[in-house]
């Protein structure tokens, strides 16, 4: 089974930077995709950022495109998502997410693993 923890989550201002962190444990599977999603209340979860296995390829939401970095250290088998100048809007409920299946995916149904969540709050 595989385990994944978010951190990093908060209440910060419009502008702010946040680091959000994901550690995966436990039975890998050499993972491919890891990827960043979030849901804000009422609304569906929506794709954020994905990084592959080598961390030589990402893609973003055009939402957070030249805001939000995501990358990846394999040796720790962590996932970061960098977020600067959050908005109010970016305001939600952050999810790690893991594939086994794919090297890169934006689409929910590609991941076969996920966190509990971390809240990030973006105050205007």
């Known amino acids: 089974q595989v385990q994944l923890v978010e951190s990093g989550g908060g209440l910060v201002q419009a502008g702010d930077s946040l680091r959000l962190s994901c550690a995966a444990s436990?039975?890998?599977?050499?993972?491919?995709?890891m990827g960043w999603f979030r849901q804000a209340p009422g609304k569906e979860r929506e794709f954020v950022a994905a990084?592959?296995?080598?961390?030589?390829?990402?893609d973003y939401a055009d939402s957070v495109k030249g805001r939000f970095t995501i990358s990846r250290d394999n040796a720790e088998n962590t996932v970061y998502l960098q977020m600067n100048s959050l908005k109010a809007e970016d305001t939600a409920v952050y999810y790690c997410?893991?594939?086994?299946?794919?090297?890169?995916?934006?689409?929910?149904?590609?991941?076969?693993?996920w966190g509990q969540g971390t809240q990030v709050t973006v105050s205007s």
């Open positions: 990084i592959s296995r080598s961390g030589d390829l990402s």
């Open positions: 997410a893991l594939s086994v299946r794919y090297g890169l995916a934006k689409y929910y149904h590609a991941y076969d693993y």
């Open positions: 436990g039975r890998t599977f050499s993972p491919n995709a």
